[in-house]
């Protein structure tokens, strides 16, 4: 089954920070945009930042811009979410999607892939 693989969440304190991964399973990132989302419990799901192929990002959510930072290793075939300065705010599940066409597309685009979400709990 063609899927993302998220992993790195947990249980992390207020000010702290954490890494993401999401590597593919039965595919690769090769020319792919992928980006990261998130969901708070009662919430909608939201984005957060995307990154394409060549290691261009675009941001769609502002506030979260100084905190937390895409990247990817082309030649791993993973994309990361390093996160700093952790508050409660921001647990929710965290999943990353793809896009085979390889530009960052809107939030709201039909993405190709989803993962099934890694669980962050910022809490002291």
């Known amino acids: 089954q063609l899927q993302l693989v998220e992993s790195g969440g947990g249980l992390v304190q207020p000010g702290g920070s954490m890494r993401l991964s999401c590597a593919p399973s039965?595919?690769?990132?090769?020319?792919?945009?992928v980006a990261w989302f998130r969901q708070a419990p009662g919430k909608e799901r939201t984005g957060i930042q995307c990154?394409?192929?060549?290691?261009?990002?675009?941001y769609y959510t502002d506030h979260m811009r100084e905190r937390f930072t895409i990247s990817r290793d082309n030649a791993k075939n993973t994309v990361y979410l390093l996160m700093h300065r952790l508050e409660p705010e921001d647990t929710a599940v965290y999943y990353c999607?793809?896009?085979?066409?390889?530009?960052?597309?809107?939030?709201?685009?039909?993405?190709?892939?989803w993962g099934q979400g890694t669980q962050v709990t910022v809490s002291s």
């Open positions: 990154i394409e192929w060549a290691h261009n990002a675009r």
């Open positions: 039965g595919f690769t990132l090769e020319n792919s945009a």
């Open positions: 999607a793809a896009m085979a066409a390889g530009v960052c597309p809107t939030e709201d685009a039909q993405w190709d892939y």
